[in-house]
């Protein structure tokens, strides 16, 4: 039975960079397995975000799985709550709940937001946070749950839609006025985050943050709403049992909805300090379980862009490269064929420091089906001369499984 890997590295593509000696993250960075599946297998471009949707993680990597977004995006939050165990109905909303570090400004729309994730602040610290704010906003219909680091949620039974909300990472830096709530209904969710600014500033968890230097959470932040999809199983569409492997509840999520097994690594934590071994030895345990298809989620990179940490994008690849990709090509050598695929879900560039909906490059590398692919590396370059495009990215799993 053939086996078959995906391996994401998430928000990996990006453009020259002065610092890296003017070139991407992928041509700058050490990266000799993932090169030799290069030369050896597939190269192009895919379009992975349809032109009229935004280009979130969400549907970047609904259409990676090999599912339409334009059919099956609802938004990202509900594919969270999923992944944290929420029952949602077919009427409810949820929405991205993060803890953010606004600036002190007395006028709310004038503050500027300093941290989509307060520092990367602790779980544990988080939930004291969100037990704060359910004790402040949760009442009939509203509900907040805490979730990992930064990231939480809110459930809105029954609530309305038609928001216009504004993703934090994208707005780093940047005075938040015109990037609040607006649309129907938004008066709702501006009143909650102007007031958790007024309770979280001096929660104690707060000020034991800022006497140790470090960024606090003093607000609360409301994008990504939706309603939960209806996703077709994988193992209906493709004939094979799946598991997922990531630090991100959103990846989780969409795996679950289409019927993946989610797997927890003990020390995975969504950026450049996770445990990339323990994936890499993951996703070959999930495979000698008998699984016969595993997509293994890395976020460092996509964390590296948004925090404009140049030297650790690129330091985040060689990591994924040597820490990844190589044990798990090891440990596939025993299966008479197998096939991998290596891909971002979007470009994250540094100068941005937000997504972007330009084709990224793929790699499909089967065991059996060695070929000179005439580049002789991986990169946002070479795919490009390949002339090698495949515009409606969902289809790219058929190809990769079915290979058509």
């Given at each position: 039975?053939?086996?078959?890997?995906?391996?994401?590295?998430?928000?990996?593509?990006?453009?020259?960079?002065?610092?890296?000696?003017?070139?991407?993250?992928?041509?700058?960075?050490?990266?000799?397995?993932?090169?030799?599946?290069?030369?050896?297998?597939?190269?192009?471009?895919?379009?992975?975000?349809?032109?009229?949707?935004?280009?979130?993680?969400?549907?970047a990597n609904l259409s990676v799985m090999g599912y339409n977004p334009k059919l099956y995006y609802t938004g990202r939050s509900p594919l969270e709550a999923v992944?944290?165990?929420?029952?949602?109905?077919?009427?409810?909303?949820?929405?991205?709940?993060?803890?953010?570090?606004?600036?002190?400004?007395p006028d709310y729309s004038q503050k500027v937001m300093l941290d989509y994730s307060s520092d990367e602040i602790s779980s544990e610290e988080a939930s004291q946070l969100i037990e704060e704010v359910n004790r402040y906003f949760k009442k009939g219909a509203l509900e907040f749950f805490p979730g990992i680091s930064y990231r939480h949620c809110l459930v809105w039974r029954n609530g309305p839609l038609g928001y216009k909300l504004t993703p934090p990472h994208d707005i780093l830096e940047r005075q938040i006025g015109q990037?609040?709530?607006?649309?129907?209904?938004?008066?709702?969710?501006?009143?909650?985050?102007?007031?958790?600014?007024?309770?979280?500033?001096?929660?104690?968890?707060?000020?034991?943050?800022?006497?140790?230097?470090?960024?606090?959470?003093?607000?609360?932040w409301l994008w990504g709403e939706g309603k939960r999809p209806a996703i077709p199983k994988f193992c209906d569409k493709y004939q094979l049992k799946g598991s997922v492997i990531s630090a991100v509840d959103l990846i989780k999520g969409i795996g679950i909805c289409a019927g993946l097994r989610s797997i927890d690594v003990e020390g995975a934590t969504g950026n450049i300090h996770t445990n990339f071994s323990g994936k890499a030895e993951a996703v070959l345990q999930e495979l000698e379980s008998g699984q016969d298809f595993v997509y293994v989620h890395i976020e460092a990179p996509d964390e590296c862009g948004h925090r404009q940490e140049i030297e650790n994008k690129a330091?985040?690849?060689?990591?994924?490269?040597?820490?990844?990709?190589?044990?798990?090509?090891?440990?596939?050598?025993?299966?008479?064929?197998?096939?991998?695929?290596?891909?971002p879900d979007h470009p994250t560039p540094l100068a941005l420091r937000t997504h972007t909906s330009d084709p990224v490059p793929y790699i499909i590398y089967q065991k059996t089906n060695e070929k000179a692919s005439g580049v002789k590396g991986y990169d946002e370059f070479q795919a490009k001369d390949t002339g090698i495009l495949i515009n409606d990215g969902y289809t790219l799993m058929d190809y990769f499984i079915q290979g058509k």
């Open positions: 039975m053939m086996k078959y890997v995906v391996i994401l590295g998430d928000g990996m593509a990006d453009v020259p960079v002065p610092q890296l000696d003017n070139k991407t993250p992928l041509q700058y960075a050490k990266k000799p397995n993932i090169d030799y599946l290069a030369q050896h297998g597939e190269v192009g471009l895919v379009k992975t975000v349809p032109d009229g949707i935004p280009p979130g993680s969400d549907a992944s944290m165990g929420i029952e949602l109905s077919d009427t409810d909303i949820a929405m991205r709940c993060n803890l953010v570090t606004l600036s002190d400004h990037y609040l709530p607006q649309g129907e209904n938004s008066q709702i969710l501006l009143d909650m985050m102007v007031k958790s600014y007024e309770f979280l500033k001096d929660h104690p968890v707060n000020k034991a943050r800022i006497a140790k230097g470090l960024k606090p959470a003093n607000s609360i330091k985040s690849i060689e990591m994924i490269d040597d820490q990844v990709v190589r044990i798990i090509l090891k440990g596939l050598e025993k299966y008479p064929d197998y096939k991998v695929m290596v891909l």
